[in-house]
């Protein structure tokens, strides 16, 4: 299935986007300058991120993006950030684990009082008791005329 036609952001080329997000040509440079700082970094592991850019040229949203991905960690290379929440350094993600941790505790906690509302709410409109008919009592309301 062909790509949605698109102008390169790098280049501005015309392409046809096949999830790469840039032309062919463009993302085999980016493939070639990803794998050069991959290769810095493994050679010099102590490196910080404006020493990277530095050395190679690369563009520190890259950088940023590759140690978000993973991609050092891979090659034995562990380069950390600061989380988004509460900068403590991080090695993959956007989080640390105990933000990550309060973030899903708050989120099951916000999600059991939405369902508690709505059971309250439910048995308010009494949809959750037996009605009188279900219990084999029947009446009918008085016209009002």
């Known amino acids: 299935m062909p790509g949605k036609l698109k102008n390169c952001p790098m280049c501005g080329k015309i392409f046809a986007d ?53 991609r050092f960690v891979q090659v034995g290379v562990p380069i950390t950030y600061p989380c988004k929440k509460c900068g403590a350094p991080i090695t993959q993600g956007e989080l640390c684990a105990r933000c990550m941790t309060e973030m899903r505790e708050n989120l099951q906690k916000e999600t059991a009082k939405i369902t508690a509302a709505k059971q309250a709410a439910k048995m308010a409109r009494g949809q959750g008791m037996h009605s009188m008919r279900e219990q084999g009592n029947t009446f009918k309301a008085k016209p009002k005329w």
């Open 18 to 70: 096949m999830g790469t997000h840039v032309c062919r040509d463009c993302y085999a440079k980016l493939q070639k300058k990803e794998s050069e700082v991959v290769n810095y970094v493994r050679d010099n592991p102590n490196s910080k991120i404006p020493d990277i850019v530095e050395a190679t040229g690369a563009d520190e949203k890259m950088i940023k993006r590759m140690i978000r991905e993973g």
